[in-house]
């Protein structure tokens, strides 16, 4: 395993590009499964989740290969419906194969996925869509089976108690797609990464509307062909380094970046001292000398993004007063706390809340990674404090953000990488 030892407070300067979306291209890639022509996605990131799907892919009958930084996609004629343990249990994300290969192939068996550190991570509400649709669904050794001869359109109201669910709304649009008339999905997800999805499956001559609104109607179609398909910007990846500018008092300029997908960030740094400049698909921070304490609370989009509260926890750590976040779709998504605390951030935690007491400065200190977003919390933490911090365990990172040393030390950060 891999660790990452940073030098803080050197200044950052130059400019970053944002890679693909992670949580674009996760569905987008099982969405191949719905047709056995090639298909060629552009800007795919390199990153753990991706070479896991694309694992996943070729063991359920596809032949995929890099030519440049273009992914091709193409059928090998032994589509299978099983998707085993080994793979899936690494990735949550991958749950999204259930609905393209029932609808496809009449059948599916995916392992239950692992719960995950951020929370416990049910799939009731992708079970319910898919009965919905007509589908046989029983759970038996781990593994979610469903079996339909033809699945037949429904309205379905996929939302939880903790609201929509992003990939149970990606299972359900992609069934719904070879599936006999008209689906409507009452309470779906409206992230971009969904209507990214519907956008790509309507390439692929899916008919979707309504897609990044909390209805989407899906009329069913005999078949689907092959698209060529360019991944839009990580959208998390942008807020995570928009977050590190402000927190580092850094102007480095941001690429690849569609900051109105970010207005929930934007009103938040406005209410702690912090300008964003926006020219076209790029974007500038000017932060104050002392960051103004301001209290979140997470919601599904266009809420803030509970993939940026751990970021955010980081950077209210260096306020001059008390912040209050509370994230009300992964409640016990507060791993990141205890190592922060390490660095000398005064934060505890009340049920599903973070009481944050700024502080003036952070040190250097060994840490360990958690989970993708809290390790992306640690490095920002580590980049702004004073003396060494060395994060473990950073396969977390590698799992969702590309070659990020890379892009922090084209910045002027002082960071390696060594074996642990
Ligand atoms: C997606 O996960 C993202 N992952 C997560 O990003 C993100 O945190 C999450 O959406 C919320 O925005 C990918 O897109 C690959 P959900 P997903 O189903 O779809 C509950 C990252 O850091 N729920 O929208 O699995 C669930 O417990 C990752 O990139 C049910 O109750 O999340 C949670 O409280 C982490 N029943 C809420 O809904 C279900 O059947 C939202 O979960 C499904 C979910």
Same mark, same amino acid.
């Given at each position: *395993?891999?660790?990452?030892?940073?030098?803080?407070?050197?200044?950052?300067?130059?400019?970053?590009?944002?890679?693909?979306?992670?949580? &674009?291209?996760?569905?987008? =890639?099982?969405?191949?499964?719905?047709?056995?022509?090639?298909?060629?996605?552009? %800007?795919?990131?390199?990153?753990?989740?991706? %070479?896991?799907? /694309?694992?996943? @892919?070729?063991?359920?009958?596809?032949?995929?290969?890099?030519?440049?930084?273009?992914?091709?996609?193409?059928?090998?004629?032994?589509?299978?419906?099983?998707?085993?343990?080994?793979?899936?249990?690494?990735?949550?994300?991958?749950?999204?194969?259930?609905?393209?290969?029932?609808?496809?192939?009449?059948?599916?068996?995916?392992?239950?996925?692992?719960?995950?550190?951020?929370?416990?991570?049910?799939?009731?509400?992708?079970?319910?869509?898919?009965? $919905?649709?007509?589908?046989?669904?029983?759970?038996?050794?781990?593994?979610?089976?469903?079996? #339909?001869?033809?699945?037949?359109?429904?309205?379905?109201?996929?939302?939880?108690?903790?609201?929509?669910? !992003?990939?149970?709304?990606? %299972? /359900?649009? *992609?069934?719904?797609?070879? $599936?006999?008339?008209?689906?409507?999905?009452?309470?779906? #997800?409206?992230?971009?990464?969904?209507?990214?999805?519907?956008?790509?499956?309507?390439?692929?001559?899916?008919?979707?509307?309504?897609?990044?609104?909390?209805? /989407?109607?899906?009329?069913?179609?005999?078949?689907?062909?092959? $698209?060529?398909?360019?991944?839009?910007?990580?959208?998390?990846?942008?807020?995570?380094?928009? =977050?590190?500018?402000? *927190?580092?008092?850094? %102007?480095?300029? /941001?690429?690849?970046?569609?900051?109105?997908?970010?207005?929930?960030?934007?009103?938040?740094?406005?209410?702690?001292?912090?300008?964003?400049?926006?020219?076209?698909?790029? !974007?500038?921070?000017?932060?104050?000398?002392?960051?103004?304490?301001?209290?979140?609370?997470?919601?599904?989009?266009?809420?803030?993004?509970?993939?940026?509260?751990?970021?955010?926890?980081?950077?209210?750590? @260096?306020?001059?007063?008390?912040?209050?976040?509370?994230?009300?779709?992964?409640?016990?998504?507060? *791993?990141?706390?205890?190592?922060?605390?390490?660095?000398? #951030?005064?934060?505890?935690?009340?049920?599903?809340?973070?009481?944050?007491?700024?502080?003036?400065?952070?040190?250097?200190?060994?840490?360990? &990674?958690?989970?993708?977003?809290?390790?992306? &919390?640690?490095?920002?933490?580590?980049?702004?404090?004073?003396?060494?911090?060395?994060?473990?365990? !950073?396969?977390?990172?590698?799992?969702?953000?590309?070659?990020?040393?890379?892009?922090?030390? $084209?910045?002027? &950060?002082?960071?390696?990488?060594?074996?642990?």
């Amino acid at each position: *395993m891999d660790k990452l030892i940073i030098e803080g407070g050197k200044p950052l300067k130059g400019e970053v590009r944002i890679s693909g979306s992670k949580n &674009a291209t996760l569905p987008v =890639l099982a969405a191949t499964l719905l047709t056995d022509e090639t298909c060629i996605l552009r %800007n795919v990131p390199r990153l753990l989740d991706t %070479n896991t799907m /694309i694992k996943l @892919l070729k063991s359920l009958g596809k032949d995929i290969e890099w030519d440049k930084d273009k992914l091709i996609i193409m059928s090998n004629g032994k589509p299978n419906p099983v998707a085993d343990y080994k793979l899936v249990s690494t990735m949550r994300g991958s749950i999204c194969v259930l609905g393209p290969l029932l609808t496809k192939l009449g059948e599916a068996k995916v392992s239950l996925p692992g719960g995950c550190v951020i929370g416990v991570r049910p799939v009731d509400l992708h079970q319910k869509g898919i009965e $919905a649709l007509g589908a046989k669904v029983r759970t038996e050794g781990g593994y979610i089976i469903a079996t #339909a001869k033809k699945l037949k359109g429904a309205r379905v109201y996929l939302a939880g108690a903790s609201g929509p669910s !992003v990939l149970g709304t990606a %299972n /359900i649009m *992609m069934a719904a797609t070879l $599936a006999e008339g008209e689906t409507v999905i009452e309470c779906a #997800a409206c992230e971009p990464e969904v209507e990214e999805l519907a956008n790509f499956l309507n390439e692929m001559g899916a008919r979707i509307r309504g897609q990044g609104s909390p209805r /989407i109607i899906i009329q069913g179609v005999k078949k689907l062909r092959g $698209a060529d398909y360019r991944m839009s910007f990580d959208r998390i990846e942008g807020g995570t380094f928009v =977050l590190l500018a402000a *927190m580092a008092r850094s %102007n480095f300029l /941001i690429r690849d970046i569609d900051y109105s997908q970010l207005t929930a960030l934007d009103d938040v740094l406005t209410n702690i001292g912090v300008q964003v400049q926006v020219e076209k698909n790029t !974007v500038r921070v000017k932060s104050p000398k002392v960051l103004k304490p301001f209290s979140i609370t997470t919601y599904p989009y266009p809420g803030f993004p509970t993939d940026l509260q751990a970021q955010y926890t980081a950077i209210m750590a @260096l306020t001059n007063g008390v912040s209050v976040i509370r994230d009300t779709v992964f409640p016990d998504r507060f *791993m990141h706390i205890a190592e922060l605390s390490r660095m000398g #951030a005064r934060i505890r935690r009340e049920g599903g809340s973070a009481i944050i007491e700024g502080v003036k400065e952070l040190s250097g200190a060994p840490v360990t &990674a958690s989970d993708l977003r809290a390790s992306a &919390a640690l490095v920002m933490a580590g980049l702004v404090a004073k003396g060494k911090t060395e994060i473990r365990r !950073v396969y977390h990172l590698d799992r969702g953000y590309e070659n990020i040393d890379k892009k922090l030390i $084209a910045l002027g &950060a002082s960071i390696k990488r060594e074996k642990e």
